[in-house]
Each structure stands twice: as C-alpha cells, then as structure tokens.
C-alpha cells in the first residue's frame, strides 16, 4: 500500500519561504507516476497547487503561485519538494502530495502570519 508522508510545513511570517517534502514508500514505482501538491484552506475547496511529470522535466503551476513556488522530485528518494517563497497570508493552509492522481498523504499545515 502506497503511503505519502508530507513535512515541512509550519508557521512564518509574511514573504518567507518554506520547503515541502512528500516522500513515498510502499512503491517502487515512483519515478512512473506524475506527482502533485494541492492545497485547502478553511472551509474551502481543495486546489491544485503546482504538478510535475515522471521525469522531473515538465512542471505547471496555478497562476497564484507561478513565479513563488517551485515543484521538484527526486526519484532516488522517492521524494516530491515544493519550494515556496514570497509566502502570502492567502498561502495558508493544509498542503498534501498526491501520487498520480490517486493517493493522498496526510497533509502538513502551513499558516502565514505576522
């Protein structure tokens, strides 16, 4: 069973950064699949954050995020990141990984406050 494990998350102020990290066990599949990173504010729809092909070679992002954040993986560690910076208020919220569109970590909390 695929298990998505998400860190990194936590409280800064605004126009920090911080960096996620969505690491995979359970497959030794990963390098096949598209991985993504959603996010949900209170009492909002979940949205898709930014997207990244099996290759690490194409990615695409929301236009709320284009030019803050950046999404990366490494296969060798079954790892997914999110690098975002410039973090707004707006930004705040529960971050999770998804694997291909079918599995869900658990999500970590990101709060961007002064």
């Known amino acids: 069973q695929v298990q998505l494990v998400e860190s990194g998350g936590g409280l800064v102020q605004p126009g920090g950064s911080l960096r996620l990290s969505c690491v995979a066990s359970?497959?030794?599949?990963?390098?096949?699949?598209?991985m993504y990173w959603y996010r949900q504010a209170s009492e909002k729809q979940r949205e898709l954050v930014a997207g990244?092909?099996?290759?690490?070679?194409?990615?695409n992002y929301a236009d709320f995020v284009k030019g803050r954040f950046t999404i990366s993986r490494d296969n060798a560690k079954n790892t997914v990141y999110l690098q975002m910076n410039s973090l707004q208020p707006e930004d705040t919220g529960v971050y999770y990984c998804?694997?291909?569109?079918?599995?869900w970590g658990q999500g970590t909390q990101v709060t961007v406050s002064s």
């Open positions: 990244i092909n099996k290759a690490g070679t194409n990615t």
């Open positions: 998804n694997l291909g569109g079918a599995d």
């Open positions: 359970g497959t030794n599949r990963f390098s096949i699949y598209s």
